[in-house]
């Protein structure tokens, strides 16, 4: 979301600290009451393998390749021209070492400063996704999509826009090899697709002729979902009352409309200190073909479960707190699990908090990891303060059943930039 800064929410103590961490075991129920437990087998986690550069990761994105190669992706406030090329790294060894990956010139297309996505299909292709933004006007310029077919050895480039105000990203490929993306640009939610690996792209209907393109998700058969909520265009357009998911089964030929749970506050004003902070709106599917769902409302975390493509839904508050919880982010397995993070606190009390949810029975249940920090900074009144670095912190399921997450570093009093990569090897129970 370009440069747009997390507001101040609520201070928190130490012993507010500790009482997070102990109401978080004391999970709310659902509507019906009842309460979804939480395991006895805590997630380790364990010491971050770090990454650092010339470069700061912000907002970072990662996937598996197929060989199991695995790719991070980020951005780079900077204002300097020769920082606005995508930023992208890469693991040959499950995450132990780093190394940069040439995605070429901006002569070759690879222009990008701002939001990312990565995704990888099933033959091996990948495709990054990025997006420029003027710094200095606060506005979105385009998005661009970079295609390798030799495990990021080389790149092809495609602008899919170079529009005023494009914003927000996302791109999803589906089992039949197509790839599927959305923007926003002030004008509601675009939608671009290629069905020959990158090659070409059509751009099709819109989603929605308002609102942001919080989240994208795509499913086992070819579903998509697409999370559409009222702030885009990096906070320059507000289109009330604009809060709901659009669900496709026919490869984004069309959109069925469909109301989200639960309940939200949102604002004009993503910098106001009372408002619990909202850009990503995380969506995911699993192999049955089960959409899931998770949100703020404040102080608790909201889980929701559709087994009807998006038409009704069972809702969880999956933890509580006496301090609001914000951008969370969500992933799926094969087999029911969710993996999900999410922020707590602001500035020099901020803690990040990473939980396994096993969905597959009537109610999840939820295994929780220690929280940490993300060593990420900002400066106000002159005095370096705890920033998340972004919206989400991105996390996935690991071909190997391990969880992978990636934090970025933006350290500059201490002349640390780059990202954080954990493993978290969670035992079966």
Known sequence: ?????????????AR???????????LLGCGQGTTP??????????????HLGPVAVREPMVVEHPDGTLFVAGFSQALEESDQAPKLFRSQDGGTTWRPVDVGSPADGALGNSDVDLAVA????LYFLTMGFDRLTGEGTHVAVGVSRDVGDSWTWTFLSRDRFDDRPWIEVTPDGRAHVIWNDGDGVRYASSSDTGVTWTEHARVSPQGHSSHFAGGPHGELAVRITPLSASGNRYHEGIDFLAVS????????????????????????PGNVPRWVEPLAWDAAGTLYYLWSEGATLQLGRSRDLGGTWEQWSVVTSELPLYFPFLAASGTGQLAATWFSGTENELQAHVALIDAVGPEPSVRLGPTFLVDSWKTID???????????????????????????IQNTPDGHQGFHWYRITHPPE
């Open 122 to 125: 099933p033959n091996g292709i």
């Open 382 to 408: 002159g005095s370096p303060v705890r920033d998340t670095g972004g919206e989400y912190l991105p996390v996935l399921f690991l071909s190997d059943g391990d969880l992978g997450v990636v934090a970025p």
């Open 37 to 50: 437990p939480l395991t006895d087998q805590p997630l380790m986690l364990p010491d971050p393998i770090e």
């Open 1 to 13: 979301m370009g440069q747009l800064k997390s507001p101040v929410i609520f201070g928190m103590t």
């Open 16 to 26: 507010h600290h500790l009482l997070l961490l102990l109401l978080a075991s004391g």
């Open 249 to 272: 089964t026919d490869g984004g030929q069309t959109w069925e409309h469909r109301s989200a749970p639960g309940a939200r506050q949102w604002s004009a004003d993503f910098a106001n």
